[in-house]
Antibody
Framework: QVQLVESGGGVVQPGGSLRLSCAAS????????MHWVRQAPGKGLEWLAL????????YYADSVKGRFTISRDNSKNTLYLQMNSLRVEDTSVYYC????????????????WGQGTRLAVSS | DIVMTQTPLSLPVTPGEPASISCRSS????????????LDWYLQKPGRSPQLLIY???YRASGVPDRFSGSGSGTDFTLKISRVEAEDVGVYYC?????????FGGGTKVEIK
C-alpha cells in the first residue's frame, strides 16, 4: 500500500536551515507529482510546493518562494524540502502528499498524505 | 491568488441528519478547455492527516462513502453529507487547483451536537 513517511523536522532558530525528507513506497514514485503542504498550530492547510513527476517543473507558494526548494530523487523514492531563512511563522506540521494521477501536467489533487513532521522555529 | 472562503466556520450536526458546507472562490474554477471545475474537498479527522473526499467538483475518491457529494458552479460550491455519521467529525477544507498557488479554504469544523 502507499506509504509516505516524512522526517527531518525539529527545532531551529530563526534564520536557520533544515531539510525535510519524504520516503515513498507502494507506488511508482517516478510517475507522480509530489507536494508539500503545511499546517501551523491550530490553523488550516497551506499548500507550499509541487514538483512534477520528472522534476522538470516546480511551483511554489509566495510565502516560501526563494526560501524553500522542493526536489526529488526518483532513484531513492524520496521527496525533499530544503528550507532556508526560516522564520517563526514557518512553525508548522509539514506534510508530503502524492498527486492523484500519474504523469499529469497539472495537479489532480492530493490522494495520499504522510503523517507529517513538526518544525518549530524559535530562538 | 484565488481566495477560497468557506461557510460556516463551525457546523454542529445530528447523526442521521443531512449537512451542507459552502465554499466560494474569488475567481471561476471552470476550465473551458477541459470542461472541468478544479475544486476538491478534504477532511481532516481529529489528530489525523487530511484525506481526499471529492475531486474535480463532484467525483468521490476511492473508498469515500456515497453519502458525500459535491456540486457547484464556477465560483460557488457545496459539499453535502446526506446522513451524518459520528465518524464524519473533523475539519473540512475546499481547495482550488485551477492555478498556482493552490489555495485552501479556511476550513469548516463539523462536530456532533
Amino acid at each position: 500500500q502507499v506509504q509516505l513517511v516524512e522526517s527531518g523536522g525539529g527545532v531551529v532558530q530563526p534564520g536557520g536551515s533544515l531539510r525535510l525528507s519524504c520516503a515513498a513506497s507502494g507506488f511508482t514514485f517516478s510517475s507522480y507529482g509530489m507536494h508539500w503542504v503545511r499546517q501551523a498550530p491550530g490553523k488550516g492547510l497551506e499548500w507550499l510546493a509541487l514538483i512534477q513527476y520528472d522534476g522538470r517543473n516546480k511551483y511554489y507558494a509566495d510565502s516560501v518562494k526563494g526560501r524553500f526548494t522542493i526536489s526529488r530523487d526518483n532513484s531513492k523514492n524520496t521527496l525533499y524540502l530544503q528550507m532556508n531563512s526560516l522564520r517563526v511563522e514557518d512553525t508548522s506540521v509539514y506534510y508530503c502528499a502524492k498527486d492523484r494521477v500519474p504523469i499529469a501536467m497539472r495537479s489532480a489533487g492530493f490522494h495520499y498524505w504522510g503523517q507529517g513532521t513538526r518544525l518549530a522555529v524559535s530562538s | 491568488d484565488i481566495v477560497m472562503t468557506q461557510t460556516p466556520l463551525s457546523l454542529p450536526v445530528t447523526p442521521g441528519e443531512p449537512a451542507s458546507i459552502s465554499c466560494r472562490s474569488s475567481q471561476s474554477l471552470f476550465d473551458s478547455d477541459t470542461g472541468n471545475i478544479y475544486l476538491d474537498w478534504y477532511l481532516q479527522k481529529p489528530g489525523r492527516s487530511p484525506q481526499l473526499l471529492i475531486y474535480t467538483l463532484s467525483y468521490r475518491a476511492s473508498g469515500v462513502p456515497d453519502r458525500f457529494s459535491g456540486s457547484g458552479s464556477g465560483t460557488d460550491f457545496t459539499l453535502k453529507i446526506s446522513r451524518v455519521e459520528a465518524e464524519d467529525v473533523g475539519v473540512y477544507y475546499c481547495m482550488q487547483r485551477i492555478e498556482f498557488p493552490l489555495t485552501f479554504g479556511g476550513g469548516t469544523k463539523v462536530e456532533i451536537k
